[in-house]
């Protein structure tokens, strides 16, 4: 059930700030926008989550557009840490709802 | 602060065996869900629990069962064990609030190895 679209693979330079991009262009009312993170076979790490207005918290801020359909996760200082591959997920709040894990991107912070 | 607690960490079991991965969730958490990564591919959703009941089933074979105890620590059993079930499994817990939940938070998963 791919819900969102994001690229393959991005590349940013360590200190500057990445902009992962996801399409969710059939979002529907009710459903929320997450961001997780996976570093190599470690345990998704939650990001941040949002449902119409932008959010920002230590980690990220993701800007969510006016009609709902795209987001971006800005990471506003890379660092080779970011490394790993990042998740747009959509999903209704629901309790025990799933995260639908699609292909994600596959950043890499380069020196 | 307290994360989600996954045994054992690693398991190698042999085909046609059983295995059981336990989860301990954050505490006061309700919820529940199990997650299987194989090589290479992305978290694919098993199966969820909230309140000791299951919540949402995703592609879980029959071959595997599981449940969420009064403690609210949950178990995946898996029965007659197959090559291709050798994999990472992530169990993640999160709260709720009044009828909905929000993030939830991973452990750092079991790897089980069938041989």
């Known amino acids: 059930d791919a819900k969102t679209t994001q690229p393959p693979s991005m590349d940013c330079a360590e200190g500057r700030a990445a902009n992962l991009p996801c399409n969710h262009s059939?979002?529907?009312?009710?459903?929320?926008v997450y961001w997780y993170r996976q570093i190599h076979s470690q345990g998704p790490q939650y990001i941040i989550h949002?449902?119409?207005n932008n959010e920002t918290n230590e980690m990220a801020s993701l800007i969510i557009t006016e009609d709902r359909k795209s987001s971006t996760l800005i990471l506003p200082h890379a660092t080779l840490r970011d490394t790993a591959v990042y998740y747009c997920i959509v999903r209704v709040s629901n309790t025990g709802n799933q995260f639908y894990f699609g292909t994600g991107t596959s950043l890499t912070v380069i020196p | 602060a307290a994360g989600v607690i996954q045994s054992p960490r690693h398991l190698i079991k042999e085909k046609r065996e059983t295995a059981t991965l336990k989860c301990y969730p954050i505490p006061r958490h309700d919820t529940v869900y199990w997650y299987q990564q194989g090589p290479g591919q992305d978290p694919q959703f098993l199966i969820s629990?909230?309140?000791?009941?299951?919540?949402d089933k995703g592609s879980i074979p029959d071959r595997f069962s599981a449940q969420q105890f009064s403690d609210y620590h949950s178990e995946l059993n898996m029965s007659s064990l197959e090559l291709g079930d050798s994999a990472l499994y992530f169990c993640?817990?999160?709260?709720?609030?009044?009828?909905?939940?929000?993030?939830?938070?991973f452990g750092q998963g079991t790897r089980l190895t069938v041989v």
């Open positions: 949002g449902l119409k």
């Open positions: 629990f909230y309140e000791k009941m299951q919540s």
């Open positions: 993640a817990s999160s709260p709720t609030t009044g009828v909905r939940n929000t993030e939830a938070f």
């Open positions: 059939t979002i529907s009312g009710n459903e929320y």
